[in-house]
């Protein structure tokens, strides 16, 4: 899968076709709205028992990038659980993944409006962190800037030569940038809608995930 | 009861009417559990379903529901309704008749539950949701007759599974209960009564007089019929005329996207202002029931209709119907002819209308035909265990269940009669745990076993939620239309989320008959103004697309053979000698492939003649081993007599494409990818309750928190590919959009016969295959080719160039 440079604050970036970002010069990669545990909190509440292996993909795609870019540091930025109750009914399996994962680098969770504050794994639990000059949050704050939050799930749609395609997508303005969602029982948002147009400036670029991530102006 | 009761003659005397055979063969009969009756339209069928129980209410007092009348059309039952009322009335029955369907108010609803009436008028998804009640065999107790209309419609769709399914339950709450099917001529009425009769009852069948033949012909036009599109505009002066020479016609689209045009040119060239109205499913229900009173009323000359029409409602004097486009099942033309002239042994009137040269062709074949009574029709198989499972879970709602009474219960029905016990036991697995071979959801099972054997959910809120995401129609997501608020707010109808989405603001394209422009959307609701100054975009209706049976195929190809062809209109047969010209034309032991390049794409055309389905499942194999080979295919469209697939690259040889050794062997992993199978998976994962249409309040408010169904099924081909869905996805492919034998045997028979033709341009045939709709795309290289393109024109058009 290819990857897509760019430049944010002043830092080179790289965007990934699976939806991570990666920051080569501090070793950082970056994912948001991991959502684990979404089947099991879909059953607990009454709904339908969805194919109960969506942490296990989420997390092996996780461990693929991790595997490739080599990082450090792992910041996942929120929503990293569908709730708590999600988090303590993690399979043996997914939790022993998890740990293998974190074993030697660095791991920050951000606290999502789905988790505040995952507790009994290891890492270390923040409201936001920063890595000069980048601020990493959950929910993109008004006035914010240099600042990597996702939350909103983005998700970008175009035509070409009559051919409609919708793909996940990173969002970028001078001051932010919106990750897409990550998780494998994930939706998104269209960048088109209101809140996300309201967010972003006019300049705003998305990048379209996919086999070869692509930039284009922000479709509105 | 032996004799039909006096008051009842009195009343056909007073008429002046006397009873048909049939009628009195149906009463005759009355007392066996089940009877199934062939009419034509117009052979007072209705009356045959509802004298015994007139009958039965005239002689004795019976209190609570009587008969269950089941429709397919929540259209049919109101009318039904009216049309009953008067007769009970006039002969003097102090009786309840009510419907009950999506459209019944609340209030009614609950009352029709703690009292209902002599006789209920519902539908198949009204009903199930009845049996879904813990009080309905209190509701249920004493139900004597149920009466099933337009059953050849029911027995063809997975309504029909529901509904017998639902007929089983109730047959256990009232075991006296007798069924009764109505039907219209079909080409098995063996396999129509095995469908209604409990299982093993015998069905007796009942033949009314088919009555004299229709008078159908073609309709003369001035003007040529294109070489393609389905518009027919060149037939609207002579379609005029003959709405000025009857008193009211029918005029028959196949789809609702051509109804809606044909609908507004007819409006420009009708200078004499006569009236005329449209009507189908995608209109808002007001703008529907206004055509249909004014219809009733006699107002109108003629409408303009898709198969909405198509079911028994009385649309008063009828007596034109005219068909654009090819009829595509001569069994269904056979049926809409019915509809004009409905007194009794009066020959029907219709006229055909080809929409290009390649229907006249088909329109031919359709008469012949029906001259010969040749009724075509595929059988269907045993039912689906999409059903299956959401009658597991109806089951649960109504009430704890025994596992072992519900399978003997389900095996009833004829479509299941076939059903194991491990198939069984497989779906309820399903259903209670979600049936994964990791075993995730042990604490939150749907369905749980209760100490004493019995199934139970685990929620009793599920029900609730059970309910709301009862039945098996599909509607692809649909959006309202209306006007934009400040300017009236009316609704309009209804467009294709996916057409939606490919509207920018400015964009106009026609619904209900009129000319709207974009405005934006606005909670999920597409806000339009009305402009008329602008030539539309079309809207893109799903509606139902029929395929032309095999049989007609068949047909097509014999009178390919003729040199020429003196029973088509001499353009029809100038254009298919321009195609023996210009490229060839299909044989029945040949397979043509022509290679074109067309609007900047590359074109092969591959005329199988297999049937839409096995073209469809050519269109999957072929693209899948093109990209394979590198030759960047971007999609394919099959129709039953061809599959257009295009791409980037030409394809000079595609013979290497047909090994079937290499079709086969990849046969399935080849689908398990494709689109056609997650469209399958999708509509039989929200069937079988995996996915939920309708949550309650929250749906489409948050929409990042929904995720696509293909999401579901690339996981579960991932870890659990032999899952219950995953089987049941295969089943409906392979019955409905495979048809992998037919393919084989065409390959068979074709051998190594394989010419292919290059083209600097579309042939003649080809032409019409770019109309077609149900286009499938391939996701493959192609599509990131094209992705960088137009990255690159749009940084381009923004100014920033490319790095």
């Known amino acids: 899968m290819n990857d897509l440079p760019f430049s944010f604050s002043g830092q080179d970036l790289r965007a990934l076709g699976t939806g991570a970002l990666w920051w080569p010069n501090r070793n950082l990669l970056c994912v948001s709205d991991l959502h684990l545990g979404k089947s099991e909190r879909m059953a607990r509440r009454g709904g339908p028992s969805l194919p109960p292996y969506d942490s296990q993909d989420t997390l092996t795609r996780l461990a693929a990038d991790i595997d490739r870019t080599g990082a450090q540091t792992v910041i996942c930025l929120g929503d990293s659980f569908d709730d708590l109750d999600a988090l303590a009914a993690l399979g043996t399996a997914e939790k022993l993944s998890l740990t293998t994962l974190q074993a030697g680098r660095q791991w920050i969770w951000i606290e999502g409006n789905h988790d505040p504050g995952p507790i009994g794994l290891g890492g270390s639990h923040l409201a936001e962190y920063t890595a000069a000059p980048l601020v990493f949050r959950h929910i993109a704050q008004p006035g914010g800037q240099s600042e990597v939050s996702g939350h909103y799930h983005p998700k970008t749609r175009l035509k070409a030569r009559g051919r409609t395609i919708t793909r996940p997508a990173f969002l970028l303005d001078h001051d932010r940038l919106i990750l897409p969602a990550y998780g494998t029982y994930t939706g998104g948002l269209l960048s088109s809608e209101n809140v996300l147009i309201d967010l972003m400036s006019d300049q705003a670029m998305a990048i379209l995930t996919g086999s070869y991530p692509q930039i284009i102006p922000m479709p509105r | 009861m032996t004799q039909i009761p006096a008051r009842i003659m009195d009343w056909f005397d007073a008429k002046g009417w006397s009873i048909h055979p049939h009628q009195q063969e149906m009463f005759d009969r ?256 007001q703008q529907r029931e206004r055509v249909e009173a004014a219809m009733v009323r006699g107002d109108l000359r003629a409408i303009v209709c898709t198969g909405s029409l198509d079911l028994g409602i009385d649309w008063g004097d009828v007596d034109l119907v005219i068909q654009i486009g090819a009829p595509k099942n001569v069994k269904r033309l056979v049926q809409r002819i019915g509809r004009a002239n409905h007194r009794y042994n009066a020959p029907s009137k219709a006229l055909l209308v080809p929409a290009n040269r390649f229907e006249v062709v088909e329109c031919v074949a359709a008469l012949e035909a029906a001259k010969a009574h040749e009724l075509d029709g595929e059988p269907r198989g045993s039912g689906p265990k999409d059903v299956l499972c959401q009658h ?294 929200t069937i079988a309750g995996l996915i939920e249409r309708n949550t309650g309040g929250q749906r489409k408010s948050g929409r990042q928190a929904t995720f696509s169904s293909d999401i579901l099924y690339d996981t579960l081909l991932k870890y659990d590919p032999d899952h219950l869905l995953m089987q049941i996805t295969r089943e409906e492919a392979m019955r409905g959009l495979v048809d992998f034998g037919r393919i084989e045997a065409m390959i068979e028979r074709i051998g190594d016969r394989i010419d292919v033709v290059r083209l600097d341009r579309v042939s003649p045939l080809a032409a019409p295959l770019f109309l077609e709709v149900g286009k499938v795309p391939v996701k493959g290289a192609a599509e990131e080719r094209l992705l960088a393109e137009e990255s690159e024109r749009l940084l381009q058009a923004a100014g920033l160039g490319a790095k």
């Not at chain 2, 049309?83 to 002969?91: Q, S």
């Not at chain 2, 049996?131 to 029909?160: C, N, W």
């Open chain 2, 30 to 285: 009355a007392t066996d559990p089940a009877t199934l009756l062939i009419a034509p339209t117009g052979g007072g069928k209705t009356m045959a379903g509802f004298l015994p129980t007139l009958a039965e209410l005239a002689e004795n007092d019976h209190s609570g529901l009587h008969t269950l009348y089941v429709s397919p059309l929540k259209a049919l039952a109101a009318d039904i309704r009216r049309n009953l009322r008067g007769p009970a009335d006039e002969i003097g029955l102090p009786i309840r008749i009510e419907d009950r369907t999506g459209d019944t108010s609340a209030t009614q609803k609950k009352r029709q539950r703690v009292d209902p009436p002599h006789i209920l008028l519902t539908t198949p998804e009204s009903l199930a949701l009845l049996t879904s009640y813990e009080d309905a065999p209190r509701m249920f107790s004493g139900v004597q007759r149920v009466i099933v209309d337009e059953i050849h419609a029911l027995a063809e769709s997975k309504r029909g599974d529901q509904l017998m399914l639902a007929l089983a339950r109730l047959q256990s709450l009232c075991p006296d209960l007798r069924r009764v099917g109505l039907s219209a001529t079909v080409e098995d009425p063996n396999a129509i009564a095995r469908f209604l009769a409990r299982h093993p009852d015998p069905c007796q069948i009942v033949q009314a007089d088919p009555g004299p033949d229709p008078d159908i012909r073609m309709l003369k036009t001035q003007e040529m019929p294109p070489w393609s599109g389905g518009g027919a505009a060149y037939s609207i002066p002579a379609v005029l005329e003959q709405i000025k020479q009857h008193k009211t016609t029918l005029i028959f689209h196949n789809t609702r996207a051509q109804a809606e045009i044909f609908f507004h040119n007819i409006w420009l060239a009708n200078d004499d202002g006569l009236p005329i109205g449209i009507h189908h499913g995608s209109l808002d229900r």
């Open chain 2, 392 to 685: 597991i879970l109806v089951a649960a709602a109504a009430g704890p269940f025994d596992a072992n009474a519900l399978f003997a219960e389900m095996t009833t029905a004829g479509p299941f009669a076939d059903l194991s016990r491990a198939e069984f036991d497989a779906c309820l697995d399903f259903c209670a745990t979600g049936g994964y071979s990791l075993r995730a959801y042990d604490r939150w099972q749907r369905l749980l076993q209760r100490q004493d054997g019995q199934w139970q959910l685990r929620d009793p809120r599920a029900a609730q939620r059970i309910r709301m995401n009862l039945g098996t129609i599909q509607d692809t997501d649909t959006l309202k239309v209306r006007l934009k608020r400040n300017r009236g707010g009316k609704p309009l109808g209804e467009v294709e989320e996916a057409f939606a989405a490919s509207l920018t603001p400015g964009d106009t394209f026609l619904i209900g008959g009129q000319i709207v422009r974009y405005e934006g959307l606005r909670e999920m609701v597409v806000e339009v103004s009305r402009r008329a100054d602008k030539k539309p975009k079309i809207a893109t209706f799903s509606g139902t697309k029929f395929a032309t049976s095999t049989q007609l195929s068949d047909r097509i190809l014999r009178m390919f053979i003729q040199p020429d062809w003196p029973q088509l209109p001499a353009h029809t047969a100038e254009w298919l000698a321009l195609q023996r010209d210009m490229s060839r034309l299909p044989q029945r032991d040949r397979l043509l492939i022509e290679s074109f390049p067309n609007d900047g794409r590359e074109n092969l055309c591959v005329y199988g003649f297999a049937g839409r389905n096995a073209q469809q499942t050519l269109g999957l194999l072929l693209t899948k081993r093109m990209e394979e080979s590198g030759l960047a295919p971007l999609g394919f469209v099959a129709t039953d007599y061809a599959t257009l697939i295009w791409g980037l690259d030409a394809v000079t040889d595609p013979r290497p494409l047909f090994q079937l050794d290499a079709l086969r062997e990849g046969l399935d992993t080849w689908l398990a990818g494709n689109a056609v199978m997650k469209r399958t998976f999708r509509a039989s994962a």
